[in-house]
């Protein structure tokens, strides 16, 4: 119905109308106003007919040019998109970065036309013209279209839902560019520049990102599990409920990063910077954690069972009803931390680091619970550094 609904289609709506309105209008001033001519006088009824006929005629006339104009429309646009992807199959071969360029820019209009990448590579042609395997064919075109990416850059582009599992685009600037819902499974996007990208919702499975640039893209419900991100900037981010099961994400910079209810369960984040994240009800367990910096961050309701926290920078970090059980904090530090209504039973604590109010350190290490011992909610200057 949007295609429809044209600018040559809306001027045709209109022409049809005034020619209507008009007739109608001609008809009501000759029989009831009459200019002069009796009401019983014969010529009324002649005028009156050839009124009707002609209002009959007209409006055939301007139904039938509107529906011309529309397979016209249709007819022009495909003939368009036709030409388009014609120029893009003579450009594939061309290694010079002008060729990138106008690789990526004819891709982009016939996203925005609302052609897909999988028609795109369609009927692939291999050597000698003929039809060569499908999936060969398909990976080999991708690498010719988009392998130059890296020097094109793709900036902005419009790849909601696109297939691009398994493909090698290093370095590749996407930055900005709408990904939502795509596929990119197994993909090499390692430098890549996709900041300020719309991933929500994307498969990013056991792809590359090391040192990938995702400040303030938008990861929202994105999976990925076994994903590699170690040294990426995803500062600003915003992930929340995405998945990252086993993701190794060490050195990673995840400052004011927003991870509410994302599941971390076994992830690899060894040195990461998760300053300021807000990381209300999101699933930590058994990740490793060592080193991290999670100074001031919100981990109000967080499941922290298992994580290994050693030498961790927890000051001023709201830890209220987060469960911690079994968790190794060796060595970590709680200057300023709110533990109100946090579960730290089984923690595992050193002899020497700073005693947590509330809690006693039992013979192998582990943190009990100190009944006789006020509870203080935030620990506020009770610690000092080592």
């Not at 690498?143 to 090698?168: I, M, Q, T």
């Amino acid at each position: 119905m949007r295609r429809l609904w044209t600018p040559w289609f809306r001027a045709g709506l209109l022409a049809a109308g005034l020619v209507v309105g008009l007739v109608a209008g001609l008809d009501w001033a000759i029989l009831h106003r009459g200019w002069g001519i009796e009401p019983d006088h014969p010529t009324l009824g002649w005028v009156r007919q050839i009124l009707i006929e002609a209002s009959g005629l007209l409006f055939n006339v301007v139904l039938f040019s509107v529906i011309l104009l529309w397979l016209e429309e249709g007819r022009s646009r495909r003939a368009l998109i036709r030409g388009w992807q014609e120029e893009l199959e003579d450009f594939q071969r061309w290694r010079a970065p002008e060729g990138a360029h106008r690789s990526a820019g004819l891709i982009r209009r016939l996203r925005r036309a609302g052609v897909p990448v999988s028609a795109l590579l369609q009927e692939p042609i291999a050597t000698g013209g003929e039809p060569g395997p499908p999936e060969r064919s398909v990976r080999a075109r991708l690498r010719r279209w988009l392998g130059l990416a890296d020097r094109a850059g793709l900036r902005n582009a419009y790849l909601a839902g696109a297939d691009l599992s398994g493909v090698a685009l290093p370095g590749v600037d996407l930055s900005s560019a709408d990904l939502v819902g795509a596929l990119l499974m197994g993909a090499d996007l390692s430098g890549a520049d996709l900041s300020g990208a719309d991933l929500s919702g994307a498969n990013l499975e056991r792809t590359q990102l090391v040192l990938a640039n995702l400040s303030g893209a938008r990861l929202a419900g994105a999976s990925m599990h076994w994903t590699h991100l170690s040294g990426a900037n995803l500062s600003g981010a915003d992930l929340e409920g995405a998945q990252l099961l086993e993701a190794r994400l060490q050195q990673l910079d995840l400052s004011s990063a927003n991870l509410k209810r994302a599941s971390v369960v076994g992830g690899f984040l060894d040195g990461a910077d998760l300053s300021g994240a807000d990381l209300r009800g999101a699933t930590l367990s058994i990740a490793a954690l060592v080193g991290a910096d999670l100074s001031g961050a919100d981990l109000s309701g967080a499941d922290l069972i298992g994580a290994f926290l050693y030498k961790a920078d927890l000051s001023s970090a709201d830890l209220s009803r987060a469960n911690l059980r079994g968790a190794y904090l060796q060595r970590a530090r709680l200057e300023g931390a709110c533990l109100s209504g946090a579960d730290l039973s089984g923690v595992q604590r050193e002899p020497n680091d700073p005693e947590i109010p509330g809690w006693i350190l039992s013979k192998d290490g582990s943190l009990l619970p100190d009944d006789a011992s006020p509870r203080i909610d935030w620990a506020e200057g009770l610690f000092e550094e080592e």
